[in-house]
């Protein structure tokens, strides 16, 4: 069968993108599914859960609810809650068994913010996709629900760079470090050491009030594909211009800050993306696109390798191309979890740990790899 893993893991779903993507916002979410499905979020998909809190709930969804489709539990549960804990938004997230029920999501938020006075999104997420979409939707609803449309850029001056919103941070790409030693921190001193100002951060590390200063950029950077439906969103509301790319290695950092330069004057969207390949290369990045492409781009610039090529099975993966494409791979760099694919014959393989697909099993292992870090951990793993 096609689109089944037997051997390969599959990527966090869409449901748990939503509540990454808002876990830090102050908002009240809730996972429509039976009790104790939450555990697989909280505790292979959300670093953060044991060290910051946040309210993110599940429904216990029972057999008899859904082969009755009685709404009414949920909604009553969840305008309670909200009574009690005051959030700043409500949200509530799909699951399988609300997908084959035909659950209205929009709907049901509908006549939960009429009866509790909060703002409420209704996501119909269903689990079959990965995390990127999830957080992508979530993010682009609360920007256009409470971003004010009234801000703007001031003119930049003479010689002085533009601000930024790096867009689409999560712990599913990113995942967290200690004592500040994270690539979240660590992207953010590279764009600030460069004369970047981090207007805000979406969504890790940026209070609430800051996210809704995101008006003030001058250019939005998509770091990672959650952020490109929040970029479309902040276009629509103030015409920010987009750059898509993640600042991965000497050269690839110069040519992602030389694209956002460029969008703060010209006001286009630019995309730092990866490079062009023709059949037979045996150079292989897995994983996240955006965060692929730039590593494929590093590896092209700065260690002269061609042909690298980028594998991005987010949604709907297929193991048996994943299979084919390796086969005649002499180098591959990828989550551990994708050991199994490797070719018969010799094939390096470098492990950068993905937190979306192989949850907390490797999370002490993931390296800096932002900016300059890139090409220390890369020269250590290939001993150039």
Known sequence: MRQTCAILSTYAADVSGVCSALYEMGGMTVMHDASGCNSTYNTHDEPRWY???????????????????DDEKVIGDVCRAAGELRPRFIALAGT???????TDFKGIARLIEERTGIPTFGFATNGMNSYSRGAGMALAAVARRFCAPSLAAAPLKAG???????????PLDFSIGEGGRGNVEAMRRVFEDAGFRV?????MNSPWEELMRAGLAHVNVVVSSCGAPLAAALREIYGTPAVTGLPVGDSVTRELFALIDEAARDGGDLSLTAPITEPGGKVFVIGEPVQSAA?????ERDYAMRNVRVLAPLDFPDEDEVFRALREARLV????????ALPKHYCRFVALPHEGYSGR??????PLFMGGEF???????LVL
């Open 333 to 340: 760099i990828a989550d551990p979890l994708y050991r199994p």
């Open 96 to 102: 399988p068994i609300p997908m084959m029920m035909g």
């Open 199 to 203: 207007n805000s951060c979406w969504a």
């Open 361 to 366: 099993i490797f999370r002490d292992d993931i």
């Open 160 to 170: 002085e760079r533009p601000s930024v919103n790096l867009l689409g941070v999560t």
């Open 375 to 381: 090409n220390k951990w890369i020269e250590r793993e």
């Open 295 to 299: 590593i494929a781009r590093a590896l």
């Open 51 to 69: 060290d910051t809190p946040s309210m993110v709930f599940i429904s216990a969804l029972a057999e008899v609810d859904a082969l009755m489709g």
